[in-house]
């Protein structure tokens, strides 16, 4: 992916729109009951940028506390959850794949806090899998996850 990629989005009613330039440095599934609750979805996608590519164009979010170190924004018109931002790693900002234009254009590459996954939701793509944050970007981050025998 080059470095100068741009990728484009917003909420579903249009009232906010952002872009973000640069490669993602890591783009994932994450089954933490945070970003399950604040998605309102069994699992969440998950694109990491570094904060300076990153610009709102037109209006601007909402946001709260979703932890102490947690701060999730959206739109106040929808309700699209758009982004978040941890003050553990300040450099980065997590936007929401499915408010990209073109969500298809970032694939998934991991599985993160698998060890507060549903249940129910069984993981069948052979992507790798975290226990927990896998580190921003970096393969050799935490040690993979591992997996339960599935009966």
Sequence with gaps: ????ELFNGGCACGAIRYRV???PVMVEYCHCADCRKSNGSAVAALAGFRRNGFEILDG???HYESTPAVKRSFCGTCGSPLFYQNQDYPKDIYIHLGSFDQ??????DRHVWVSERIPWHRIKDGLPQYDQFSGTGLPEGAPPYKKPIET
């Design 1 to 4: 992916m080059a470095i100068n």
């Design 21 to 23: 330039s640069g490669p």
């Design 60 to 62: 601007p979010p909402l």
């Design 103 to 108: 969500p298809e254009a970032l694939p998934p």
